[in-house]
């Protein structure tokens, strides 16, 4: 059973940037069948997709977030990251990773990731 | 981008009847929609894909419907653990993918 767990730290100042790890276990990033996302929710908000990569390394990216964002695969295949920069209060939000099959229509997530959450703040 | 829309905002039920949410797309998505259930404190789970295919382990009280622009999510006998937040998300067409803004069913 696959599980993804979210990392990173949980504060981080104005006009820096937001690292965070996804750590898969009980599978891999490397498989074709899947795209691996980043999702975010401010606090009692809704959600917003940020973007997926696939493991080749191609990318898609929300166009709201497409200048500031950069999601890659770890060194250990096992993981993958996302670098958002210059984040703002407006940044602040619990980050969850999951997973979406490739399988056409595709593009439901499951599973996720319990979410780690990130504040914007000096 | 597509927009989806989620109807109502919050629904009171009492346990035990059935509840009715309703997701409408500003353009058609086919049969691409997903729903997902999300409890204080926790990450969202998947509910029901493909409009109306339930998730591995989702009870049979929950189905869905439709297509195109205008879905439902029933949930038949509402029960304790039900009440929750629920979310439609589309996948037809992207970047990006775009959920609603949510349903939270509360006990009446």
């Known amino acids: 059973q696959v599980q993804l767990q979210e990392s990173g730290p949980g504060l981080v100042k104005p006009s820096e940037t937001l690292s965070l790890t996804c750590t898969v276990s009980?599978?891999?990033?490397?498989?074709?069948?899947?795209?691996w996302s980043w999702i975010r929710q401010p606090p009692g908000k809704g959600l917003e997709w940020i973007g997926y990569i696939y493991y080749s390394g191609s990318t898609k990216y929300n166009p709201s977030l497409k200048s500031r964002v950069s999601i890659s695969v770890g060194m250990s295949k096992n993981q993958f990251s996302l670098k958002l920069n210059s984040v703002t209060a407006a940044d602040t939000a619990v980050y969850y990773c999951?997973?979406?099959?490739?399988?056409?229509?595709?593009?439901?997530?499951?599973?996720w990731g319990q979410g780690t959450l990130v504040t914007v703040s000096s | 981008e597509i927009v989806m829309t989620q109807s109502p905002a919050t629904l009171s039920v009492s346990p035990g009847e059935r509840a009715t949410l309703s997701c409408r797309a500003s353009?058609?998505?086919?049969?691409?929609l997903a729903w997902y259930q999300q409890k204080p404190g926790q990450a969202p789970r998947l509910l029901i894909y493909?409009?109306?295919t339930k998730a591995t382990g989702i009870p049979a009280r929950f189905s869905g419907s439709g297509s195109g622009t205008e879905f439902t999510l029933t949930i038949s006998s509402l029960q304790s653990e039900d009440f929750a937040v629920y979310y439609c998300?589309?996948?037809?067409?992207?970047?990006?993918?775009?959920f609603g803004q949510g349903t939270k069913v509360e006990i009446k």
């Open positions: 999951a997973r979406s099959p490739i399988m056409s229509p595709g593009g439901w997530f499951d599973p």
């Open positions: 353009q058609s998505v086919s049969s691409n």
């Open positions: 009980g599978g891999s990033v490397n498989s074709s069948n899947y795209y």
């Open positions: 493909g409009a109306s």
């Open positions: 998300q589309q996948y037809k067409d992207w970047p990006p993918w775009t």
